[in-house]
């Protein structure tokens, strides 16, 4: 499985970001469920993880710091998962990860083999 995250750039403290991770699936992955994930990492700091969803019932999960303020959601198809995140704030700079894994390690970076290429995020005060 192969994931492109997209949607990052320049927005003002306060506004609303939503990202894509558009997610290529290979015959042999399309008989696996996944779960997908966003992440954001900071320079110098561990990946922190935001929300999943899964392929199967489309259950989400949330970290605690982000149940607030980011939604995850997919398309009908499952090809794209989506993150939006409202009222951002100048400490939500970073780079924004989507990942693919099993599901069985949902909240940790280790439960996750593939990774978009990240797309860089950046609030203005």
Known sequence: ????????GLVRAGDSLSLSCIISRSRRSRAFEYAIGWFRQAPGKDREFLCAIKDNGGGTTYA???????TISR???????FLQANSVKPEDTTVYYCAAGPGWNIAQAAGYNAWGQGTQVTVSS
């Open 75 to 81: 398309d009908n198809a499952g090809n794209t998962v």
């Open 64 to 70: 605690d710091s982000a149940k607030d303020r980011f």
């Open 1 to 8: 499985v192969q994931l492109q995250a997209s949607g990052g």
